[in-house]
């Protein structure tokens, strides 16, 4: 069965600080998409980022990084100059490349919280 | 402005009654999805549809129903048969099925009083 763990219900920092936040998965696949979704207060789900597993190379987005260790089956999140607005609940989700059942699996969410 | 809509953002049932939920995209997305979110757990998966007039159940699709008639609409019924069916309900479209980025709606919360 394909399982996304985010060991972290909730996280706090400081603004203008760096935040990492953590997600195993496991999966019996080698070609896969990892993905790293916000929703804050409004409930509307955003995303963040988006790796591809083949790719060796670690995506960013502006701020927003991922540390992807392949091997470990590890895809962290890394949140650089932390903002107000980034104040949401994290969801991991990863999804197949191929195959009859490719669907999104979620993670429970991290929620985090920047203190002013 | 391209996007996804749902309607209504609450929505309130009797014990023992149908309701649909609406879902709308103009993104000309031809995969579409509905998720249940419910307190502390992520989204699990109720139906999705690869193409205009097909669908396919997903992870728990006991007392749901669905159509796609229009490449633009996958309307999510929600049935007496479904036990607990207050939640949060998530509509997603992508531009094909499977890895490309799914893009959600604001969300409909369901409460059955």
């Known amino acids: 069965a394909q399982t996304v763990t985010q060991s972290q219900p909730e996280m706090s920092v400081q603004e203008a600080e760096t935040v990492t936040l953590s997600c195993t998965y496991d999966?019996?696949?080698?070609?896969?998409?990892l993905f790293w979704y916000k929703q804050p207060p409004s409930r509307q789900m955003i995303l963040v980022i988006r790796?591809?597993?083949?790719?060796?190379q670690n995506a960013t987005e502006n701020r927003f990084s991922v540390n992807f260790q392949k091997a470990a089956k590890s895809f962290s999140l890394k949140i650089s100059d932390s903002q107000l607005g980034d104040t949401a609940m994290y969801f991991c989700?990863?999804?197949?490349?191929?195959?009859?059942?490719?669907?999104?699996?979620f993670g429970s969410g991290t929620q985090l919280t920047v203190l002013p | 402005d391209g996007g996804i809509t749902q309607s209504p953002k609450y929505l309130f049932r009797k014990e023992g009654q149908n309701v649909t939920l609406s879902c709308e995209q103009n993104?000309?997305?031809?995969?579409m999805y509905w998720y249940r979110q419910d307190p502390g757990q992520g989204l699990r998966l109720i139906y999705y549809?690869?193409?205009?007039?097909?669908?396919q159940k997903g992870d728990i699709a006991e007392g749901y129903s669905v159509s796609r008639e229009k490449k633009e609409s996958f309307p999510l019924t929600v049935t007496s048969a479904q036990k607990n069916p207050t939640a949060f309900y998530l509509c997603?479209?992508?531009?094909?099925?499977?890895?490309?980025?799914?893009?959600f709606g604001p969300g409909t919360r369901l409460t059955v009083l």
């Open positions: 997603a479209s992508s531009k094909g099925f499977g890895t490309d980025t799914q893009y």
């Open positions: 999966t019996s696949e080698n070609n896969y998409y």
């Open positions: 790796q591809e597993a083949y790719k060796q």
């Open positions: 989700a990863f999804i197949h490349y191929s195959g009859s059942a490719r669907q999104l699996t």
């Open positions: 993104l000309n997305h031809d995969a």
């Open positions: 549809s690869q193409i205009v007039n097909d669908f």
